[in-house]
């Protein structure tokens, strides 16, 4: 049990600082690392919770496709616009009072709630279980997020195009 | 750990995300922002899903996921064509639409 909550302090402590690096850095190409380390710190608390499927989901879409994503856009936007990226915040003042504000009202509605303390065990194979209730009760939504992929696709493509 | 630990940890990294969205000029940055907050949203689903003993929350982390590279994937091709349309970073410069 103690091994737990010191990983999930660890976890937090880690999730935490690169997401505060992630929009306080200066230099855009370290806030995209920053980030890959802020996702890779979300999978390791789904680790924490035992969904070992979406850890692997979210190493391999999110820390591998995204991160991929973005330093490919930041060096082909480099390039054309001739000069280095660096990024500049503005009104952070309040911007720190707004987001300070809405965190205080969700810890305070989430410290009110009665919540289960602890996990019940899980049926099973969790991974097993998640493919089975995606190709079952959730196909519909599945199908459609075929669909959604293949417009997503084909957007990127039409905006990414060669110049005529 | 208890359920209102991962709910708290969400909250803060929902609102540091939510902090770059609004303070960010660049208009990678401002997805970089938005990328943490769907992030966190994902860490409620799975503690939600881990702590009722349902597995639908998880289905829907899997969606959520594939929903945020497609967006991820739009979003920065919309970046790349507005550079090499405008020629600038900055959100604030990007204002076609203004009246």
Known sequence: ?164 | MGLQAYLTLAAVVFCIGLFGVMTRRNTIGILLGIELMLNSVNINLVAFARYLGDVTGMVFTVFTICITVAEAALGLSIVILLFRVRRTVTADQLDLLKG
């Open chain 1, 1 to 164: 049990m103690s091994g737990e909550v010191l990983a999930f302090w660890a976890l937090a402590i880690v999730l935490v600082g690169s997401a505060l690096a992630v929009v306080l850095t200066k230099n855009l190409f370290h806030a995209v690392l920053w980030l890959a380390l802020a996702l890779t710190g979300t999978a390791g608390v789904f680790l924490l919770l035992e969904a070992e499927f979406l850890a692997a989901v979210q190493l391999l879409l999110y820390a591998g496709g995204i991160v991929t994503i973005m330093v490919f856009a930041i060096v082909v936007t480099e390039r054309l616009v001739g000069e280095r990226i660096s990024q500049t915040s503005r009104r952070i003042g309040a911007g720190a009072v707004v987001a300070a504000g809405l965190l205080a009202l969700l810890v305070r509605t989430v410290a009110q709630q009665r919540v289960p303390p602890t996990p019940p065990e899980m049926p099973g194979e969790l991974t097993r279980t998640i493919g089975q209730t995606v190709l079952t009760q959730f196909v519909l939504p599945f199908e459609l997020l075929a669909v959604l992929m293949l417009a997503g696709l084909m957007g990127a493509i039409y905006f990414a195009r060669p110049d005529d």
